[in-house]
């Protein structure tokens, strides 16, 4: 495994857009940190709105010129906040991916789930930052 202790200085956010029926307080948290990168964690990329479907925010993503990726391994098979990757495996190899990209910049983890203490992206989030010691912080 890679040493990911240079990533002290980066953050790991969190986001669920929940309800919201625009991108108003995505893209605000987006430009506050600094965000280089959104991981959709979801396992599969899709709402209840389009406008919350991966290719839609890929494409709002790069009009901000952020880029967007979707990790399927990083979903959640519990119906809960506990984290239950679809293949255990995969998921260890795709946190390590997305820890080297804490090297670029700041992540955000996407998923639907507004309340974070409800949601697995805690979990994943929690995984990075042993990873990597980078902070994590929790966007509402």
């Not at 893209?27 to 965000?35: D, G, H, K, P």
């Not at 952020?66 to 995969?90: C, D, F, T």
Request: hydrophobic residues 35%; aromatic residues 8%.
């Amino acid at each position: 495994m890679p040493d990911l202790a240079t990533s002290e200085s980066k953050t790991v956010l969190t986001f669920g857009y929940g309800n919201r029926k625009n991108y108003d307080a995505f893209l605000s948290c987006l430009r506050e940190f600094s965000v280089t990168c959104v991981v959709d964690v979801r396992l599969k990329p899709r709402a209840w709105s389009r406008m919350w479907y991966g290719d839609a925010l890929q494409k709002l993503c790069t009009s901000e010129n952020i880029q967007y990726v979707s990790k399927s391994s990083l979903g959640n098979l519990s119906g809960s906040s506990h984290w239950i990757p679809p293949e255990p495996e995969a998921a260890k190899q795709t946190l390590c991916e997305v820890a080297e990209m804490l090297e670029t910049g700041n992540i955000l983890l996407l998923c639907a789930e507004m309340d974070f203490s409800r949601c697995h992206r805690v979990e994943v989030a929690s995984k990075l930052q042993e990873l990597t010691s980078a902070s994590v912080k929790h966007l509402k």
